[in-house]
């Protein structure tokens, strides 16, 4: 195994591994909750209760928010591309489903393997540049 090129290529590859991840914990940071605390633990006396702007008050950390928005640009940015589809759904397989290796991948996609690699490595460069990276 060759070892990256860059410092930072092992670290984009984790963002983007880590997306789906991320955005189910956003989403459950922002579900409001509609059942009442039925813990038995005494909860604030003489404060109301808002759900909707508790809800809006959770977010991810920092770096979080960071990562995730740089992976979302990437995937904006790429939609709009030719074969922006494809390039997605090469993306899906190699790194959020993980059922396919990049090769696997150019073959499902029915594209040469070169041209998988250079899709997947203009999505690594694009959400490193996003991220502030490059």
Same mark, same amino acid.
């Given at each position: 195994?060759?070892?990256?090129?860059?410092?930072?290529?092992?670290?984009?590859?984790?963002?983007?591994?880590?997306?789906?991840?991320?955005?189910?914990?956003? &989403?459950?940071?922002?579900?409001?909750?509609?059942? !009442?605390?039925? +813990?038995?633990?005494?909860?604030?006396? %003489?404060? +109301?209760?808002? !759900?909707?702007?508790?809800?809006?008050?959770?977010?991810?950390?920092?770096?979080?928010?960071?990562?995730? &928005?740089? #992976?979302?640009?990437?995937?904006?940015?790429?939609?709009?591309? !030719?074969?922006?589809? &494809?390039?997605?759904?090469? #993306?899906?397989? #190699?790194?959020?489903?993980?059922?396919? +290796?990049? &090769?696997?991948?150019?073959?499902?996609?029915?594209?040469?393997?070169? +041209?998988?690699?250079?899709?997947?490595?203009?999505?690594?460069?694009? #959400? %490193?540049?996003?991220? %502030?990276?490059?």
């Amino acid at each position: 195994m060759s070892s990256p090129r860059y410092d930072w290529w092992p670290y984009v590859k984790g963002m983007i591994r880590r997306y789906p991840e991320l955005c189910a914990r956003q &989403e459950e940071l922002r579900r409001t909750k509609m059942s !009442p605390n039925l +813990t038995g633990m005494p909860g604030a006396h %003489g404060q +109301t209760s808002d !759900p909707v702007a508790d809800a809006a008050l959770r977010e991810l950390p920092e770096i979080n928010r960071r990562e995730l &928005e740089a #992976v979302r640009q990437a995937i904006e940015e790429t939609r709009t591309l !030719p074969n922006g589809e &494809e390039r997605l759904e090469m #993306v899906r397989l #190699v790194f959020w489903k993980k059922t396919h +290796t990049l &090769e696997g991948a150019a073959i499902k996609c029915y594209i040469s393997y070169p +041209t998988a690699k250079r899709w997947h490595k203009e999505f690594i460069l694009l #959400v %490193g540049e996003n991220f %502030g990276l490059l």
